[in-house]
């Protein structure tokens, strides 16, 4: 049986007495509401393609990134190796195309070199199959997570660019492919003793899929950094980026 | 400190979510929506901003949870026995609660999600870095297994928030301690 409205229990506090306390709490919360739920439905449209605030914050923190990436780099730390019997197999393809869009290796294909590069003469793919080479077993990482254990051979970058007179404080070595492709990575880790020119792939030439006729491989740097079908190098002091860094993979994306 | 870090780990959770679309280790995928940064890039570059957020804001948390004596006082947890009592106490709505004081399943609940914050931390750095912090993956038996350790506590993580913000919403005026900071009960009022 419910009271009659007159004698209901008289609360000891009215809304009007806490009403400041009500307001505050009032407030607090839709701030936080503000912060979280809505801000956070604002923020998902943030992918770092839209010129609002939110998305020049994260590209500065990459940029931040980048530096601590740098930082933390030492030519002397080696990537693991693994034995051969660690390669994973079949090894996956990949690319930003699927693999019946792989392009064959032009007729005419010679290494271009350009910037601060005192002997700029194309390289044919017979001269740098006669420089020394180094095998490496090494861990391939996606910046998609992934990751896959490939034997690659090649000649060490560092003793090519030295051999073609590369300007060692210069800040950048880019890579311009025959598939559209382009990446650049820094001069220390382009120094790296892992970091090689590979030419072959699993013990045989690099096939068209696996980058030929040369290609990088770094493993200290996350896989998209590996740019396969090279057809130009360049030193440079000019920031160069490249086809994934243009969009928002951060640059430096050591491992 | 509770707010700045349950936003950082909230946005690492989204931002993770969209990291983990793209090769997702499990057997499914997260809907686009639930996910923050819209596509892998812009995961990445949430995931490596909250990480900073997270790592300052956890740190000084960290700090001072063990200097203030904090963590010992509160959330150490206490053995099994109580554990089962409370819960059974709990379950059956005879435990009491008092703003500010945590009983046995709380404690346990709140030590172990700083724990596997920690972990999801410790993993997520020998991810990032596992040539320049090789030793730190290794710990861990490797990059792929590190992976998958960075993921289930990410799930942890989750299971903790779905029961903590459950029990928030059965228990409101804890929500109200929480934002205006205070862990005082209300006064009895005569009746």
Not at chain 1, 99 to 112: F, H, I, N, S, T
Not at chain 2, 15 to 31: D, E, K, Q, T, V
């Amino acid at each position: 049986m419910s009271l009659p409205r007159t004698e209901r229990i008289k609360p000891s506090v009215t809304a009007d007495e806490i009403r400041p306390e009500l307001i505050g709490i009032g407030r607090r919360s839709a701030l936080m509401r503000g912060l979280s739920l809505g801000g956070l439905a604002m923020l998902t449209g943030c992918d770092l393609s839209t010129h609002s605030g939110v998305d020049a914050a994260l590209w500065a923190m990459m940029r931040f990134d980048d530096r601590v990436q740098a930082a933390l780099f030492s030519r002397k730390r080696l990537a693991q190796t693994y034995p051969v019997s660690a390669v994973t197999e079949p090894f996956r393809f990949n690319a930003y195309y699927q693999e019946w869009q792989v392009r064959e290796m032009p007729p005419d294909w010679r290494l271009e070199l350009s910037g601060r590069i005192t002997e700029k003469a194309p390289w044919t793919i017979d001269k740098l199959h006669a420089l020394p080479r180094e095998t490496q077993i090494t861990r391939h990482i996606c910046i998609e997570g992934w990751s896959q254990i490939g034997q690659w051979s090649g000649v060490p970058l560092h003793a090519f660019l030295q051999r073609v007179g590369a300007d060692f404080k210069a800040r950048y070595v880019s890579f311009k492919c025959f598939d559209g492709y382009s990446t650049s990575i820094d001069m220390p880790s382009a120094l790296h003793p892992q970091t090689i020119l590979a030419l072959d792939f699993l013990d045989k030439p690099l096939g068209p899929e696996w980058g030929a006729p040369v290609r990088l491989r770094i493993p200290t740097k996350l896989g998209y950094k590996s740019a396969k079908n090279i057809q130009a190098i360049a030193v440079t002091n000019a920031y160069p980026g490249g086809y994934w860094e243009d969009q928002g993979y951060d640059w430096f994306s050591g491992s | 400190m509770h707010w700045v870090g349950a936003a950082a780990v909230i946005c690492m959770i989204l931002s993770g979510w969209a990291i983990y679309n793209a090769s997702p280790s499990l057997a499914f995928r997260f809907p686009r929506w639930m996910t923050l940064g819209g596509w892998l890039a812009g995961g990445i570059a949430w995931h490596i901003t909250a990480m900073w957020v997270l790592f300052v804001d956890g740190s000084a948390y960290l700090l001072y949870g063990f200097c203030s004596g904090h963590f010992r006082r509160d959330i150490t947890p206490r053995g099994p026995g109580a554990v089962i009592h409370d819960m059974w106490a709990a379950l059956t709505g005879r435990l009491g609660h008092r703003l500010g004081h945590y009983n046995a399943v709380q404690r346990l609940l709140y030590a172990g999600v700083i724990a596997v914050i920690c972990v999801s931390v410790v993993t997520g750095l020998s991810i990032w870095k596992p040539v320049q912090l090789g030793w730190l993956a290794d710990l861990f038996g490797g990059y792929p297994i590190a992976r998958f350790i960075h993921l289930a506590a990410m799930i942890c993580i989750v299971l903790f928030l779905i029961v903590h913000l459950t029990l928030v919403v059965i228990f409101p005026r804890t929500l109200v301690a929480m934002l205006t900071n205070t862990a005082v009960e209300p006064k009895e009022t005569a009746s």
